[in-house]
């Protein structure tokens, strides 16, 4: 996965101690307010979203597609967070 202007870097971490501890709703809109999504540019939005579904994550809505330029889709990690993919068109 890439960041849409290629240039972007981004590092994941897992704490496996202490206990991470919820303060908010596990299902919470797209549009909340906050940091609870971030997106990527892959070049197979099908089979990545296909085989995310089958780890656990769950499609949030459906894949659309975005005029000429882009299909979307977001997904729902089994954390709750939000991940948004993008296949660039043509």
Partial sequence: ???????????LDKFHTPE????????VPVNALGIRRIMFTVDDLDDLVARLLTRGSELVGEVVQYGETYRLAYIRDPEGIIVGLAEELG
Wanted: aromatic share 0%; charged share 35%; proline share 11%.
């Fill in 1 to 11: 996965m890439r960041t849409p202007d290629g240039h972007g870097r981004i590092e």
């Fill in 20 to 27: 991470a501890i919820r303060i908010a709703p596990e299902k």
